[in-house]
């Protein structure tokens, strides 16, 4: 049975996406409902010609619910939740919404802001001085997340780059913010952060929601040391990329190679994008996409697959998404392929590619990483 979201007398299904072995997830919270509730309650006018805009919200939930109240944009850097949103619009025969990434142009003039607070603050701070350059006076900001997400400093954030600031009290452990956009406060969007990796002769950069934001993370530190080379690998997929380290060291490596890298963050693809026009000779050879792991990829693809899952989902400690990216790229390996794989020692991929491949080898290790291999 899909799980339901019933309020005010009206009832949406709405579960997660992608929906893994049957499982069906709700897609809210109690953030959700609480900003659901409030809008309701508090009678706030909604005039159908101006937009509402609806920052990250996960699977669609605040999406579907004021579809019908106006010309709903969802802004979201993750093309898994902009599929889940999609997705749950559908099942619930609404008006489809305008889905955006975060470094898209807002649409002008919008009435209401709706927002779930995002896990990274370098990305809050950017959505607020986006919010302030455009937002017209009478337009209401909310913001909503778990009571324990909400800190002094979240605030304090709201009130540097927004404007003045309220909270109210917690309901089922979620609050909500209150905020009023100050034209007075509005500056240019920041550059994204920039920094050099000189033992591999790189100048990186992170758009605001990318992982890392100013230094080469300790995993992917130890993984370029150990990346394949040789003119067996013609087609080369860096899977989790992040902003491109791997799949850029990879197509230095292997120019004779197409390197493609594959995130479902859009800040994380673009940023991937203007890395490797920054640091290969042929960015040609390079291509950065936007997608949940390898669906749609064609089988026996590839020849190499490089791959630094992540182990979180939100606030959640999760193998699932690692599961799903080893699946995948055994299915878009050729036969002969290698899938190498790095992850923290006490996650125990080993044991998981063993089952999946038949064979791993453990190619490099410290204190702290496990590099593997898989062959096909």
Not at 106 to 118: E, F, G, I, T, Y
Not at 158 to 171: D, N, P, R, Y
Not at 299 to 315: G, K, T, Y
Request: aromatic share 6%; glycine share 4%; hydrophobic share 40%.
């Amino acid at each position: 049975m899909k799980p339901e979201l019933t309020l005010h007398g009206r009832t949406l299904t709405l579960q997660r996406y992608p929906v893994r072995n049957n499982e069906t997830l709700q897609a809210w919270d109690a953030a959700d409902e609480y900003l659901i509730n409030h809008v309701k309650e508090a009678e706030i006018p909604l005039d159908p010609a101006r937009p509402i805009l609806i920052l990250n919200d996960s699977f669609g939930a605040l999406s579907c619910w004021f579809a019908e109240d106006g010309k709903v944009t969802a802004v979201t850097d993750s093309f898994i939740s902009k599929q889940g949103c999609t997705a749950n619009l559908a099942e619930n025969q609404l008006p489809a919404a305008n889905i955006i990434d975060c470094l898209a142009e807002l649409p002008a003039n919008p009435q209401l802001v709706l927002m779930k607070l995002p896990k990274n603050n370098r990305l809050l701070v950017w959505q607020l001085q986006q919010l302030c350059q455009l937002l017209p006076a009478d337009c209401q900001i909310i913001a909503a997340a778990k009571a324990r997400d909400i800190h002094s400093s979240t605030l304090k954030l709201f009130e540097k780059h927004l404007g003045e600031t309220k909270t109210s009290l917690a309901v089922k452990k979620a609050r909500l913010i209150f905020c009023q956009a100050n034209p007075a406060l509005a500056q240019p969007l920041p550059a994204p952060q920039q920094w050099d990796v000189p033992e591999h002769k790189m100048t990186l950069a992170n758009h605001a929601n990318v992982f890392s934001s100013d230094s080469l993370d300790i995993g992917a530190r130890l993984l370029l040391e150990h990346i394949p080379s040789g003119e067996q690998y013609q087609d080369i997929i860096d899977l989790g990329c992040g902003n491109g380290v791997i799949g850029i060291k990879a197509a230095r490596l292997n120019p004779q190679a197409r390197v493609v890298c594959v995130d479902e963050s859009y800040m994380a693809a673009a940023s991937a994008q203007m890395n490797a026009e920054r640091n290969l000779d042929h960015p040609a050879q390079f291509t950065a996409k936007v997608n949940n792991c390898l669906d749609g990829f064609p089988a026996q693809s590839a020849d190499l697959v490089l791959c630094n899952p992540p182990f979180h989902q939100q606030a959640a400690i999760t193998d699932h998404i690692a599961w799903q990216m080893f699946c995948d790229a055994k299915h878009a390996l050729r036969a002969n392929g290698k899938l190498v794989v790095i992850g923290n020692r006490h996650l125990g991929y080993g044991a998981k590619l063993k089952r999946l491949f038949g064979n791993v080898t453990v190619i490099a290790q410290n204190n702290k990483f496990v590099v593997y291999q898989s062959d096909k």
